[in-house]
């Protein structure tokens, strides 16, 4: 079984505010929280990271959680910033985020591609490169994509937040293989 470098930050996309919080763009806030809770890590405000970060252990190892409070189209500044400062290289950050091309309740991991028109994946890259993993929570599609914007900004009916929170647990199920190196092992479990 191929390893790859083992997770030492994972990011969870999203937008500040209770305005935003339970709108489908916030799914990678959602992940991120649940993985604190499950583990012990408390939010704290990071001014210098222009995020709130909390700290965990898994599977033996130091792993940080970061929520940018940026805003989604500018989430690859503080990735950027607390990556740089703990010197962790890109292949070692998971990013977790709302995906509009999978139907709500799939999770797929994927390292490196494109950003599908996803805004803040694409600010991430403009810093970073692309060779980061990514936890893609699906969220549905509106239908047509001039609806896409109030559709991610809009709080999804409650059999798909449900859904949307059935692949969040399978996604923190197989944290364990992702956070060790063993991706092939943990995509096999969460693709299945």
Not at 12 to 36: E, I, M, Q, S
Not at 148 to 170: D, G, H, M, N
């Amino acid at each position: 079984m191929s390893k790859t470098p083992s997770i030492r930050l994972i990011a969870g996309l999203g937008n500040p505010g209770p305005k935003y919080d339970r709108t489908r763009h916030n799914a990678g806030f959602w992940f991120v929280d649940a993985l604190a809770r499950r583990h012990g890590g408390h939010f704290k405000s990071e001014r210098r990271f222009g995020g709130d970060v909390a700290r965990v252990q898994l599977e033996g190892q130091e792993v940080w959680l970061l929520k940018p409070m940026s805003f989604m189209n500018h989430s690859g500044q503080p990735i950027r910033l607390l990556a740089d400062f703990y010197k962790i290289p890109p292949e070692a950050i998971l990013v977790v985020h709302d995906e509009i091309d999978l139907p709500p309740g799939a999770a797929r991991l994927k390292r490196g591609g494109g950003h599908g028109g996803h805004n803040g994946l694409r600010h991430i890259m403009g810093h970073m490169g692309q060779d980061f993993l990514r936890l893609r929570l699906g969220v549905g599609h509106p239908g047509h994509r001039d609806e896409v914007v109030p559709f991610v900004l809009s709080r999804p009916p409650k059999a798909e937040e449900e859904a949307v929170t059935q692949a969040i647990e399978r996604g923190l199920e197989v944290i364990p293989e992702v956070v060790s190196g063993a991706l092939q092992q943990a995509m096999n479990r969460l693709h299945s």
